[in-house]
């Protein structure tokens, strides 16, 4: 697997097979709190290339943590320019959904499409988990590992949840979960005007349905997915479902935008 140096820090990120031509999209992917980019090995084989990077300080990431949403867009700005993708759709779960949203009000122009993976405008952090995970650690992963999952997910796929959350450390986890208390994309997420699809476990105890339906209502050029036996991890939880709608809006997205080149070509 890769990485790639951006001043005097090494950032890892996993790449798909399928490399970047002229004229074709690529996928990006951004992991949640605590998170690192194994999260999406299950989403390396859809059809266009495709790129999940360690944000900093997470994965095998140098650091420092970010102390903003705003300022890991900024990251990723970096990051995109450096690996020279244009054209690309942006996907982003939980914080990374927010970071997502962040990077598509700042840089509309660059975004081709966006998805939005158990995410919302806004994050409820009860302030009893932030206790838990300042006094015990391995306490609160196993009550995230609990509400993270849909009821019957294999024990041995939650387990690998909880290992991705110890290794990558206490420090990274309440520092992404106090970016995702302080997020709020209420005021803004109305002039996200790219394509945009929003998907959501219909088991999430994290960010329920409700949130995703909110933000697909105010994103003007929103589709809302909810999949059936799935948590807040649905794109490792149901693969299958998750890749099939990201595949066929990026299909469509695409498709759509051809039509209107044609339509409005001198």
């Known amino acids: 697997m890769p990485y790639i140096t951006m001043g005097a820090a090494r950032y890892f990120y996993r790449a798909s097979k399928n490399k970047p031509a002229a004229g074709t999209h690529t996928l990006v992917l951004l992991h949640g709190s605590g998170g690192d980019s194994s999260v999406w090995e299950k989403q390396l084989s859809v059809d266009i290339p495709v790129f999940a990077p360690d944000l900093p300080g997470h994965g095998r990431s140098d650091g420092p943590l970010r102390s903003s949403v705003k300022e890991y867009a900024a990251w990723l700005d970096t990051f995109i320019r450096a690996l020279e993708i244009n054209n690309f759709f942006l996907a982003g779960h939980s914080l990374g959904g927010a970071v997502a949203q962040e990077f598509t009000r ?104 409700e949130a995703s339906e909110e933000l697909a209502r105010l994103i003007p050029e929103a589709r809302l997915i909810i999949i059936p036996g799935a948590g807040h991890m649905a794109m490792i939880e149901a693969p299958r479902e998750f890749n099939g709608a990201v595949k066929a809006f990026i299909k469509d997205t695409t498709e759509n935008a051809e039509k209107n080149s044609v339509i409005f070509k001198d």
Not at 173 to 182: E, G
């Open 106 to 209: 700042s840089f509309p122009h660059k975004v081709t499409g966006l998805i939005l993976a158990g995410t919302g405008t806004h994050f409820i952090i009860a302030a009893e988990y932030l206790k838990t995970l300042k006094d015990n650690f391995a306490a609160a992963v196993k009550a995230s590992c609990l509400t993270a999952y849909a009821p019957g997910t294999p024990e041995a796929v939650t387990a690998q949840g909880c290992e991705m959350l110890t290794r990558n450390g206490p420090e990274a986890l309440r520092s992404d979960l106090l970016l995702c208390q302080a997020f709020n994309s209420r005021t803004w997420a109305a002039t996200l005007t790219v394509p945009a699809l929003v998907l959501c476990g219909r088991d999430d105890q994290i960010t329920p349905p």
